[in-house]
């Protein structure tokens, strides 16, 4: 039997991913005592492995495919194919900065501030380009964790990843500058991608994880409406693309069916129901695959 050898993020991107490929109809089972969890599907073996190092170990072959970022692509300079972009991250469906960030009070307002300075970083090698670019010699260490109390005392300035910037805001620091934005990949060894039945396998697993990504924030509404009130109806809803609009067993009335950003719910439905809308169901969705 052919089997995909996919590797999932272990670490800060672990639940969210689990939870995202429950909802593209994946059972995925971790036992804390396991680095291979167990799938419902016997066409996919899984392994958890750091997000840091999960291109690394595609670009050699041990895995098929894998999740991790932009990021750490371009910071292990890995030569795999990347087969589609999964826009989430911990807390949030969107993308991440790595910031280069100082301590409030820093007289720093710049890159350009840091020359011949000690900067603290997780990504050493994106980094050290950045500085590069910018025409400023500064030591990049490595950190190996707690990058945000390191300034002022063991650093000068950090790069560090951040989602909403609250962390950095809570340990004293301002971000100066953006280095990189990234977001989550799904990506492929090349001999994988060439694999007829592996590329298929990859290709089935991109189509449900971005239909779950596309309904994320999503809802489906249901409601019966009078022919004569339709345009009324119409107006108030907003729509992926256009609301289905069926017939009924009485020619009077028609079912309309649309998605809507379920935090516009509370707003709409209101409307609806003063536009002589009826038998409104809201409904959660698992995917959207457009």
Known sequence: ??????????????????????????????????????VDDEEIECMLIRAQEMARYVEDGVLD?????????????????????????????????????VPERSPFQSV???????VATELVGVTKQ???????????????????VKPPVLADAIVEVTETGSSLRANGLRIIETVLESNTKLIANRAAWEDVWKRQKIETLVMLLQGAIEAAGKVGLMLN??????????????????????????????????????KTVREIIPR??????????????????V
Request: glycine content about 6%.
């Open 65 to 101: 495919a894998g999740l991790t970022g932009k990021d750490w692509i371009l910071e292990n300079e890995a030569q795999v194919i990347e087969a589609a972009d999964l826009v989430y991250a911990k807390q949030t469906f969107g993308k991440v900065r790595w910031v280069l960030a």
């Open 130 to 148: 950045y500085l590069a670019k910018s025409g400023v010699r500064a030591k990049v260490e490595f950190s190996w964790g707690a990058t945000e």
């Open 225 to 262: 409406v009078r022919r004569a009130d339709l345009e009324r109806v119409l107006s108030v809803l907003p729509a992926l693309k256009r609301p289905t609009i069926s017939t009924l067993s009485d020619p009077d009335w028609v079912a309309v069916n649309t998605v809507i950003e379920e």
């Open 112 to 118: 350009k501030d840091l020359e011949g300075k000690i």
């Open 272 to 289: 609806l129901k003063a536009a002589n809308a009826q038998g409104i169901v809201e409904y959660p969705l698992n995917k959207i695959v």
């Open 1 to 38: 039997m052919s089997l995909l050898k996919l590797g999932l993020p272990k670490g800060s991107l672990q639940d969210a991913s689990l939870q995202l490929f429950r909802r593209a109809g994946y059972e995925i089972t971790v036992n804390p005592r396991s680095y291979f969890p167990s």
